[in-house]
């Protein structure tokens, strides 16, 4: 499977229709899991009608899924795609994704102000029979960073990792602020592919 995520949390809210396809309703939720730090990721996750009793506020819950992508008013749109949701009664948090895919964008290498290094990617991972493309944001640190800077667009690569969010402010034209949530894939193994 070249697009595996298992994510367990909280189900942040219920949730709410978003879109209909080949005559499924599809509804949309968040849910959170903590990091080791204890810092919440809170994720969208999109799932079948019939999945909604398993997904109400409160409710701890085990996804297995694909982290999927799609472009809205400029924007990239990323969410969780649930296959299956059961109940996760252990209290454990869980946040892995494994994707395999090519780099769509030249890595792009950077050191913050205390000398950590960052290489920020664009992972494409094609579904089967290449019916969609899925462009997730990656960020690689230390010396992950370092080895994946000299990946070249086009090369594949098998990338470990966890789903992030954050919030940031967007000032927009009439001088309003906006808050706003950026999600990507802390990468902590990459392996070259052939």
Known sequence: MNNKVVFSGKVEENPKYSHMKQDKSFYITKVSAARL??????????????LIPLCRVGDRVSIIGKFRSYRSNGRLVLYIYAKYIGRADDGKDKNLIILDGHLCKEPIYRETPLGRKITDILLAVNEKNFIHSDYLPCICWFQTAKEVSKLKIGDRIKLYGNIQSREYQKKKEDGTVEIRT??????????PLL
Not at 37 to 49: R, W
Not at 183 to 191: A, L, M, P, Q, T
């Open 37 to 50: 730090s204890g810092k919440l990721d809170t994720i969208n996750v999109v799932i079948e009608e019939d």
């Open 182 to 191: 950026a999600y990507e894939i802390s990468g902590f193994k990459v392996i």
